[in-house]
């Protein structure tokens, strides 16, 4: 269970990737549409979950010069790190 859950500290949410780039749900759902955004399902009984590796995206972003908060990094990576070691 402490693998998945270290696994899955380093995605964030469609929420957390608009508040890092500073932008709406829809404009990271047409990123993903239209640049290749890269992005997981995780399979779920209702609604499968769209997550995004946080590595993979701020490498994403540099390659199409799209900018980020760094406060907002900073307190995913943060968060990121309490949820790896709470498990």
């Known amino acids: ?15 957390q990737a608009g508040r890092l780039f500073h932008r709406t749900d829809m ?9 290749e955004m890269p992005y997981i399902i ?11 590796d946080l590595d ?3 490498e994403w972003a540099e ?3 799209i900018k980020y908060k760094e406060e907002e990094l900073d307190a ?3 968060c990121n ?3 790896a070691t709470a498990v």
Do not use: G
Request: proline fraction near 4%; charged fraction near 20%; aromatic fraction near 10%.
């Open 42 to 52: 995780i399979p779920s009984d209702q609604t499968p979950a769209i997550r995004f």
């Open 56 to 58: 993979a995206l701020l």
């Open 27 to 35: 404009t990271i759902y047409l990123w993903r549409r239209d640049k």
């Open 81 to 83: 790190l309490e949820l």
């Open 1 to 15: 269970m402490q693998k998945n859950a270290t696994v899955l500290a380093n995605y964030i949410t469609t929420a």
């Open 63 to 65: 390659s199409w010069h």
């Open 76 to 78: 995913l990576r943060r």
